[in-house]
């Protein structure tokens, strides 16, 4: 079997076992057998995947989105998981604005205390890719509040 279809069949597991067995059989409509097969490293079943149907249901339910990541990532696509759900609509583009320079001030702020030994270390380059992810969704709301200002 090659290492892609490994790597998806390692992710698929992942995700049943973090729906758990018996849920996943109810929300795909499968057997515990079936959803086996599709996990299954064996060459009987190399040529077995999930459904994307069932990759979607189980997702839904998941705590992250494992087989999209796995996706993603071979694609060489970078995926920002956003488990916040807001409560309220944003207050559009000037609010939008607000929370950019927010944003990038936190971003500053983390990268010079990151930068002060003159070494950034493995936690402190999560903390900076962490505030750049959440920058990079204040730039998207702005994008999608420009744009349904402009009627695009």
Excluded: W
């Amino acid at each position: 079997m090659d290492s892609i279809n490994s790597y998806l069949k390692k992710h698929t597991e992942t995700l049943v076992k973090d729906v758990g067995l018996e849920a996943a059989c109810k929300l795909t409509g499968k057997s515990k057998a079936t959803l086996g097969r599709y996990y299954s490293d064996s060459d009987e079943h190399a040529d077995r995947f999930m459904p994307v149907d069932a990759v979607a249901a189980l997702e839904k339910a998941a705590r992250y989105p494992h087989v999209t990541g796995a996706l993603a990532e071979l694609g060489g696509i970078t995926m920002s998981y956003d488990s916040e759900r807001k409560n309220t609509a944003s207050g559009g583009v000037n609010s939008d604005v607000i929370a950019l320079s927010q944003r990038f001030a936190m971003l500053m702020g983390e990268y010079q205390q990151s930068i002060e030994d003159g070494v950034i270390s493995i936690n402190e380059a999560k903390r900076l890719l962490r505030e750049t992810l959440a920058l990079q969704h204040v730039l998207i709301d702005m994008k999608l509040h420009l744009e349904e200002e402009s009627g695009n």
